[in-house]
Nanobody, 126 residues
Framework: QVQLVESGGGLVQAGGSLRLSCAAS????????MAWFRQAPGKEREFVAS????????YYADSVKGRFSVSRDNAKNTVYLQMNSLKPEDTAVYYC???????????????????WGQGTQVTVSS
């Protein structure tokens, strides 16, 4: 089992920045991948970004490339999502997820990940 706790959400004006954190516990994350998804009201949950724990390879949705950056701190078992140049359409609940399987090559489907956090709200005002 892996427990995930997100933090860092809030209200920000368009053009502003936020940094989300996701602290993992319960299992070592070597050879796993962690990801951020988001879900806006009335919409399906969608992939935002991911990172492999061992090599730090990163993947991004086209909608956030150049604005968002995913990183991890191995010592703290924590993954971060730095969000810059935020837009109103970035408003959503952001979820952290872990893929507890050994092979990851950028899969973006919700079903490709095994454990989920409770989510943190990000609201971008225009």
């Amino acid at each position: 089992q892996v427990q995930l706790v997100e933090s860092g959400g809030g209200l920000v004006q368009a053009g502003g920045s936020l940094r989300l954190s996701c602290a993992a516990s319960g299992r070592t994350l070597n050879n796993y991948a962690m990801a951020w998804f988001r879900q806006a009201p009335g919409k399906e949950r969608e992939f935002v970004a991911s990172i492999t724990w061992s090599f730090g390879s990163t993947y991004y949705a086209d909608s956030v490339k150049g604005r968002f950056s995913v990183s991890r701190d191995n010592a703290k078992n924590t993954v971060y999502l730095q969000m810059n140049s935020l837009k109103p359409e970035d408003t959503a609940v952001y979820y952290c997820a872990v893929r507890a399987r050994t092979f990851y090559s950028g899969q973006v489907a919700v079903g490709a990940f095994d454990y989920w956090g409770q989510g943190t709200q990000v609201t971008v005002s225009s």
